[in-house]
């Protein structure tokens, strides 16, 4: 782990944002102590000519993907708007209609047959990320634009009735209000 210089983290930790909510607790944590920012920083000009071309192909994907639908005529706002939950904030990709709040994801074929497959399966990263958005904006409803980056294909994955990540999500923000240190960590394995 990187040094952890908690006088230079924010009091709930600023390795922690909606995108990475939904990890475990235990890495949660150490986000929240100031350990494990993967070494970058959060600097882009730290990361490897490989990883920033990742993240470009989905910034460009994602306004590739925008772009159409507001050319399609649908009410495309709020891109990259700030949201605040319970203390935590994160950007979103847009809002749909005034009521959906949507997020595009790059995916390879793999993730992509995985999540749109006969019986689709959604990291609990995604999942709780858009409950956060959300809950935070209070919309009805909420979903995934995913792309497929080998095939161009594109999917959209509802997830307005997931209750279950936003009742997580809560349950991990309640545990984060705690204070912690290490040691506590390791006498509460579970």
Do not use: C
């Amino acid at each position: 782990f990187p040094s952890h210089d908690t006088a230079n983290q924010g009091t709930k930790g600023e390795l922690l944002r909606a995108s990475n909510l939904g990890d475990p607790l235990a890495v949660l944590v150490l986000k929240k102590l100031g350990y494990g920012d993967g070494g970058g920083g959060g600097h882009y000009e730290l990361l490897s000519p490989q990883t920033r071309n990742f993240l470009y192909t989905g910034f460009e994907v994602e306004a590739r993907l925008l772009s159409m639908m507001l050319a399609s005529g649908l009410m495309v706002s709020d891109t990259q708007r700030l949201v605040e939950y319970r203390g935590y904030t994160g950007h979103i990709d847009a809002i749909l209609d005034g009521e959906l709040v949507l997020d595009v994801k790059a995916v390879k074929d793999s993730t992509f047959k995985r999540m749109t497959g006969k019986k689709p399966y959604v990291s609990e990263r995604y999942k709780s990320q858009l409950a956060f958005y959300r809950a935070g904006l209070d919309l009805p409803y909420a979903g995934l634009l995913v792309y497929n980056r080998d095939t161009s294909d594109v999917a959209f994955i509802d997830l307005s009735d997931d209750r279950e990540a936003l009742a997580e999500l809560d349950r991990k923000l309640d545990e984060l209000e705690q204070e912690w240190t290490l040691e506590a960590i390791w006498e509460r394995e579970e």
